[in-house]
């Protein structure tokens, strides 16, 4: 049976962009959390696990539920301390959000932390360095899509899990980059907004696609996604398309395709060949 990674971007939705460029506000605290429990629970019930790259402000916020994530086995990976740009961030300011995330982050589970995602795929050129030098062993910022107006792509064509260096000759070598999925072909992310836009349909075929090819699937979701979210003024009308329960049994239905559900630093480790080891 072939391999797929189910990444969850662990953040709320306060913790968007698009919640704080908006005009409004939403009095309803943590609004996303309780989508961790459905992920936990729905995952748990199918033998299958995930990788978690978790925002540390919240992980300070709400410790119980990021460690209840690690206890159920699945992987604790960093995605920044406040989820802000790192383009619009001082050098010195990116090496706190990178060192600071896997230093809470470790405490708080245990684990590792050897992968990093970065809010948006958003990179910046001394990204792989500060990535070595804060210890992690891995990242999956890069998207091998078109580029979008207004949004990301047009920049790598990276689609399997590699070292660094294929991404920047200039990389640390024992960093290895694992992108995130798109559809071949078309060229167009399979999940986050484009699983809400075009259906769990399309993300399963690509999915197909791509294990024909020998490339395994990585997946991204957020837990606001699955929320029933408040209506906020100035939230553009794309970020509430099919979110609530619509996404959850879109991603109940990806979970059922026959695929092994595993972690992105299990496909790392055994699809890229490094000088060095994981996290350190």
């Known amino acids: ?55 540390s402000s919240l992980a300070e916020r709400c410790p119980e539920a990021i460690r209840a994530l690690a206890e159920s086995g699945f992987e604790i990976g960093s995605h920044t301390h406040r989820h802000r740009l790192l383009s619009t961030l ?3 300011e ?13 405490d708080l589970t245990g684990q590792s932390v050897s992968g ?8 910046t050129d001394d990204h792989f360095d500060l990535l070595d030098a ?17 949004w990301y792509g047009g920049e790598h064509d990276l689609q399997r899990p590699a070292s660094a260096t294929a991404v920047d000759p200039g ?11 798109v559809m071949p072909g078309l060229r ?30 990585v997946l991204y979701v957020h837990p606001w996604e699955l929320a029933d979210l408040p209506d906020v003024e100035g939230v553009p009308s794309r970020v509430y398309w099919h979110t609530g329960e619509w996404m959850r049994e879109a991603v109940g239905y990806l979970l059922d395709r026959p695929f092994e559900w595993t972690t992105a630093e299990s496909v790392v480790e055994r699809q890229v060949p490094r000088a060095g080891g994981g996290a350190r």
């Open 1 to 55: 049976m072939s391999e797929a990674v189910l990444s969850i971007d662990v953040e709320l939705f306060d913790q968007t962009p698009a919640y704080r460029a908006a005009e409004g506000t939403t009095d309803r605290e943590n609004v996303g959390l309780d989508s961790l429990d459905f992920l936990r629970e729905t995952l748990t019930d199918r033998n299958a696990t995930a990788t978690c790259f978790v925002v």
């Open 90 to 92: 001082s050098v010195d």
């Open 94 to 106: 990116r090496r706190e959000e990178l060192d600071r995330s896997r230093r809470i982050l470790r």
């Open 116 to 123: 990093f995602r970065a809010p948006a795929f958003d990179i």
């Open 134 to 150: 804060a210890g992690y062993g891995y990242d999956s910022s890069i998207v091998a899509s078109r580029r979008i107006p207004g």
């Open 171 to 181: 990389a640390p070598a024992d960093l290895a980059e694992l992108p995130a999925s």
């Open 188 to 217: 167009l992310p399979l999940t986050g907004t484009w699983l809400r836009f075009f259906g769990p349909r399309y993300t399963a075929l690509g999915m197909r696609l791509l294990a024909r090819r020998g490339i395994t699937p």
